[in-house]
C-alpha cells in the first residue's frame, strides 16, 4: 500500500476515457469489423495491459488512442479532451526500434524532440532520457553496435525525451529473446514509476501482462469487445511463482477459451 500511495503521488500521466468505440475496416468494398463498443478508463499514472487473440483489434485501439486515425463511432478522450489527433503528449513505442543506422544513439533519442521543434529549448532531455534507460556509455554508438534490448532502450529513451503524458507500449518486447525480454520487463515497470506516465501496453504475453500492469482489459476475438477487467494488485516486484498471480493466469486463460492448456 505504501508503494502504491508514493506512485499515485508520483502520477503525471493524462487520464484516458475510451467511450462506447467502434471501428471498422473498408476492404475491396466489404466491411472488416475489429472493434465493437468498447468502454472503459484509465486514471492519469495506470498501467493498463491489453489481452486478447491475434488480430483481435488491440493494435488498432493503441492507433486510435494515438491519434492515428479517428475511430468510425464513439469518442477517445485525454484530460476530458477528444483526442482528434496525434499530439506530443501521446506516444508510440512499436515492436522494432525503428532507429537510423546513421544517427547515433543520442542523435536518434533526439528525433522526437526535433520533430515537434523543442530541440533547442530542450536538448537536455536527451542527455536525461539516456540516462533513465541506462545507456549513457552508449549515447555515441551506432544502432548496429547495439543489441536488440539496447535498441529497445534507446526506443523507449526517444519516447520519454519529449515528456509524454501517455506511453502507447505496441508489444515493445515481442522480437527480444526470453532473457532479454525478461530483464527488459523489469526496466518497464521501474520506467513507469519513476516516471509516472500513464502507460497502455499491447501484449500477446499473459506472464507479461500480469508482472507489469496494475490492470489487464481481456478481449474477445474480432470484432474485439471487452469481456474482462482484471485488476492486479500484487506488489513489485512480481514474481511468477506467485499463487495468486498463477490464479489470475488461470482465469486469463479460461477467458480466452484456453483453460485446457493449464
Not at 486515425?69 to 476530458?80: K, Y
Not at 533519442?109 to 523543442?118: F, W
Request: aromatic residues 6%; hydrophobic residues 45%; charged residues 25%.
Amino acid at each position: 500500500m505504501v508503494a502504491r500511495a508514493r506512485d499515485a503521488a508520483l502520477a503525471t500521466g493524462s487520464a484516458i476515457d475510451i467511450v462506447g468505440v467502434s471501428h471498422h475496416f473498408d476492404i475491396d468494398g466489404s466491411t472488416l469489423s475489429v472493434l465493437d463498443d468498447i468502454a472503459f478508463g484509465v486514471d492519469p499514472g495506470g498501467f493498463v495491459a491489453l489481452l486478447g487473440p491475434s488480430g483481435c483489434g488491440k493494435s488498432t485501439l493503441l492507433r486510435l488512442v494515438a491519434g492515428l486515425e479517428p475511430p468510425r463511432s464513439g469518442v477517445i478522450r485525454e484530460n476530458g479532451v477528444v483526442v482528434t489527433a496525434p499530439g506530443p503528449s501521446r506516444v508510440v513505442v512499436f515492436q522494432d526500434p525503428t532507429l537510423y543506422p546513421w544517427r547515433t544513439v543520442w542523435r536518434n533519442v533526439a528525433l522526437g524532440l526535433e520533430a515537434q521543434g523543442r530541440f533547442k529549448a530542450r536538448r537536455h532531455r536527451v542527455d536525461a532520457a539516456i540516462d533513465l534507460v541506462g545507456l549513457s556509455a552508449f549515447r555515441d554508438a551506432y544502432p548496429h553496435q547495439l543489441s536488440g534490448g539496447m535498441a529497445q532502450r534507446a526506443a523507449l529513451a526517444r519516447a520519454l525525451a519529449v515528456d509524454p503524458k501517455v506511453l502507447i507500449l505496441d508489444e515493445p518486447l515481442g522480437k527480444l529473446d526470453e532473457l532479454t525480454r525478461i530483464t527488459m520487463q523489469a526496466e518497464l515497470v521501474s520506467l513507469w514509476r519513476r516516471t509516472g506516465v500513464t502507460t497502455l501496453l499491447v501484449t500477446h504475453d499473459i506472464e507479461e501482462a500480469l508482472s507489469l500492469a496494475t490492470r489487464v482489459i481481456v478481449f474477445s476475438a474480432r470484432p474485439a469487445r471487452v469481456v474482462a477487467d482484471l485488476r492486479v494488485d500484487a506488489p513489485y516486484p512480481r514474481h511468477r511463482g506467485d499463487p495468486d498471480l498463477a490464479d489470475l493466469r488461470h482465469r486469463v486463460l479460461g477467458l480466452l477459451g484456453l483453460e485446457a492448456v493449464w
